[in-house]
């Protein structure tokens, strides 16, 4: 499969987000040629100049008609490098996407429009990018043909994201000036910024690395089910991370059962290996006693199953949920029952309002700082580390009505 | 001066998505064509012009297109000085019209490109737009220019609304200029126009806008007659 830099655009509305990602696509070559020469012709038949708006009507068009423009994902290519855009329509969307596993971000652009500075909802799409972890993180101060290009209005806008950054772990890798509409600095250096000597966004964005591939992370096989064929025991299940073949010394957890792999079921050709993505079944060499919601993972990679998880939890149910109160915690096939022992902090995610510290309940909306106290032990990574068992859902009434992902490894 | 600005296959739902102020000038709606059995372009500017509805009168004509009426029969004749630039059913230029027809063929038959088609039609745009830019520096009680490129490049690419909305816009312009002229000042189509996939096919209803306080609830096209002649 190949590889992506996934990355998404955050900022006020109206701040130029779509006529970034018009831009790019633009600028990159990757809109159908026909169409855009079509538009063309028809400013050259009625004598008009031809802008950079009827792109953005193009694309407006496609995007609507669902063609080309996916609504989730927009797929671009620079070079050798591959890029999708997640374009989530809301913050909200996006958080709960990227809670859920929908899309995985490697990196975030924030876009400010420089002639009216720093809002309301720049603040709050910075705060949910730390609170999701992404480090790789591109400032653009956009909408600089507004403003004359002048270095001076871009510093000042400049040091006043800097002191409101400094409340948070992110450190932007980039802060450029450009204007999306006018193509400044996108994917072409501009002769209007003149005193900016830094890299273009795509240049900033080629720099960035992707994710490490699953493949490449440590060994999460979680236990889906178990089958008795002719008498041998099949464990199976998708493979989240990493990879098996026969003979790999495996640890089930949270057991601690050892074993090692002594075959792997295929439906077709034999397989001697199997990898992340796959759904696939595998035998061992002895008797375990391995149940739906085991995970196996490498020998050399046995992480400590945990009962007690430091996690940002955000809240999408309709009811509070309370301190104490028994719901389930759903990771992979581990589901166990659980409750909130400490509500550190808690905000509104749409105003990121401070609501409160050490709460007694999170409500429909909001988010939290919150402790887990699980009541069986499940396999935890680090969110960054290994997405899938970094990642959880809370389950009330038997409805997902929260998720998280895990920032603390007690 | 009164001016109307005709234009064949103005869609009031692109109209009011665009939001082109100067088409939409202070009032405007769509007009009611319930009484056509079909939106026919030569049937409704001529129902339009005469204040009667034309379409049996039309229908029974060998060839629809070549039907023409004569002065005394449309608004025109109510009015000192008068000019209509190639208005159907009056002074359309059939040359032009033909050609058009033929090149449409054309496409379908593979043998000529959207590109050339559209040539052909943008061409005789500028053509008209420029006779009626100068009809509008003389000295006129009333002018009406008919401009067909919405629906005729619609026919073909209605359903690329980015490429419809540069003629919409130009229309916006042209309707704009002459706001700068006319006193009153009519915008009406004789139907609009649905998407069916690239192309586009007549829609059941038309459009009209005046830049006077002129409120009308659906009109129909035969109804605007009385309403130019008292104005």
Known sequence: ?410 | MIVIVGIDGLEYDYVKEFGFPNLMQDNYGTTDLSEFEEPRTMVIWSSFLSGKNQEKRILAEKEMWKFKLGTEETLFSKFNKHIAIDVPGYTQDMEQHNRERQAMKDFFDDKTTVEEYDKMVFAHHNKIKEKFFESLEQDYDIVMGYFNAADVIGHLSFGLKAKMKLIYKEMDEIVKKTSEKADTMLVISDHGMKAIGRFGDHSNHGFWSFNKDIKLENPKPTDFYELLIKL
């Open chain 1, 1 to 410: 499969m190949e590889e992506y830099l996934s990355f998404v655009i955050v900022g006020h509305i109206d701040h130029g987000k779509s006529t970034l990602i018009g831009r790019l696509l633009y600028d990159t070559d990757s809109l159908p040629e026909e169409k855009i020469e079509e538009i063309k012709s028809t400013c050259q038949m009625l004598g008009k100049p031809f802008e950079f708006a009827y792109v953005m009507d193009h694309l407006d068009e496609e995007r609507e008609k669902g063609i080309t423009i996916d609504t989730a994902q927009i797929f671009f290519k620079k070079g050798n490098r591959n890029y999708i855009i997640i374009d989530a329509p809301g913050h909200k969307e996006f958080i709960k996407n990227m809670l859920t596993g929908a899309s995985q971000a490697d990196a975030a652009v924030v876009i400010i429009d420089t002639d009216e500075g720093i809002k309301e909802q720049t603040r709050r799409h910075i705060y949910l990018l730390s609170m999701l972890g992404i480090e790789q993180v591109i400032v653009v101060f956009n909408k600089m043909d507004k403003v004359g290009y002048k270095k001076e209005r871009f510093e000042e806008v400049k040091a006043e994201l800097e002191g409101f950054l400094s409340n948070f772990s992110i450190k932007p890798a980039y802060m450029m000036p450009i204007s999306a509409r006018e193509g400044d600095n996108v994917v072409n250096k501009s002769e209007n910024t003149g005193w900016y000597e830094g890299p273009t966004v795509i240049d900033a964005l080629n720099s960035f690395r992707n994710r490490l591939s699953l493949l490449e992370r440590a060994l999460r096989f979680p236990v889906q089910d178990i089958y008795e064929m002719d008498g041998k025991k099949i464990y199976a299940g998708r493979i989240e991370s990493g990879k098996l073949k026969n003979g790999d010394s495996i640890v089930i957890l949270p057991s601690g059962e050892t074993a090692t792999v002594a075959s792997i079921e295929n439906f077709g050709p034999e397989l001697s290996e199997a990898e992340a993505g796959r759904s696939t079944g595998i035998t061992l060499d002895r008797e375990t006693k391995a149940e739906r919601g085991s995970m196996i993972c490498g020998s050399g990679s046995k992480p400590e199953p945990k009962t007690k998880i430091k996690a940002n939890v955000f809240w999408m149910g309709n009811d509070p949920v309370k301190k104490g109160e028994e719901i389930s915690y759903k990771s992979t096939t581990q589901e166990v029952t659980c409750r909130i022992a400490n509500i550190e902090r808690k905000i509104n995610s749409s105003t990121l309002e401070l609501l409160g510290t050490d709460s007694d309940e999170l409500a429909g909306l909001e988010a939290g700082q919150v402790s887990l106290e699980l009541d069986s032990p499940v396999v935890v990574d680090d969110f960054n580390d290994i997405p899938p068992t970094g990642r959880f859902v809370l389950v009330k009434d038997g409805l997902v009505q929260g998720g998280g992902i895990v920032t603390h490894l007690e």
